[in-house]
T-cell receptor, first 112, second 111 residues
Framework: SAVISQKPSRDICQRGTSLTIQCQVD?????MFWYRQQPGQSLTLIAT?????????ESGFVIDKFPISRPNLTFSTLTVSNMSPEDSSIYLC?????????FGSGTRLTVV | QKEVEQNSGPLSVPEGAIASLNCTYS??????FFWYRQYSGKSPELIMS????GDKEDGRFTAQLNKASQYVSLLIRDSQPSDSATYLC???????????FGKGTSLLVTP
């Protein structure tokens, strides 16, 4: 299965600023996904990112707040824009291959 | 709203016992089902996947699927303290590729 390197692993950010999270996959994958895991909660899908097309966002998530890039089959970024304390969460990327779903190690974001 | 439901627990079992984790889902079109283990502060780790009705065994783990009842379970035999974690049930719905997760069941295996 693919291995995903995600960075940064954690960050503390000021409200009103933006943070870009990167995920690099060690093989080409068609589909990548971005999830949010708020404290004590399960994973909530933010969007699906396919190379060559606009990301598809789930209800409650918008492109202006969470812009996503997918420039090629091994890389994706998620930006958390104009952050507020409510954005404090763990953000995870994932991919899907014939071997199943693999997750990055996560980015723990704290907004102060 | 398509739902994946799990008891939050905590489920406490003594070391060596069988732990039984349950999950129900609402989308009858769902085709793929997964159990992930998540240790505190870590990302989810795939334990089992199951696609057909019946049982699937892998070492100490057995996944059971009943599509008619919209029910999937995970049995952990000979539970070890290292099995203490949150277990997430995830369902790939019929209409897409993304996973829909339950809220997870916290398992505590006591020595």
């Amino acid at each position: 299965s693919a291995v995903i390197s995600q960075k940064p692993s954690r960050d503390i950010c000021q409200r009103g600023t933006s943070l870009t999270i990167q995920c690099q996959v060690d093989s080409q994958v068609t589909m990548m996904f971005w999830y949010r895991q708020q404290p004590g909660q399960s994973l909530t899908l933010i969007a699906t990112a396919n190379q060559g097309s606009e990301a598809t966002y789930e209800s409650g998530f918008v492109i202006d707040k969470f812009p996503i890039s997918r420039p090629n089959l091994t890389f994706s970024t998620l930006t958390v824009s104009n952050m507020s304390p409510e954005d404090s969460s763990i953000y995870l990327c994932s991919d899907w291959t014939d071997y199943g779903y693999t997750f990055g190690s996560g980015t723990r974001l704290t907004v102060v | 709203q398509k739902e994946v439901e799990q008891n939050s627990g905590p489920l406490s079992v003594p070391e060596g016992a069988i732990a039984s984790l349950n999950c129900t889902y609402s989308d009858r079109g769902s085709q793929s089902f997964f159990w992930y283990r998540q240790y505190s502060g870590k990302s989810p780790e795939l334990i089992m996947s199951i696609y057909s009705n019946g049982d699937k065994e892998d070492g100490r783990f057995t996944a059971q699927l009943n599509k008619a009842s919209q029910y999937v379970s995970l049995l952990i035999r000979d539970s070890q303290p290292s099995d203490s974690a949150t277990y997430l049930c995830a369902v790939r719905e019929g209409s897409g590729y993304a996973l829909n997760f339950g809220k997870g069941t916290s398992l505590l295996v006591t020595p």
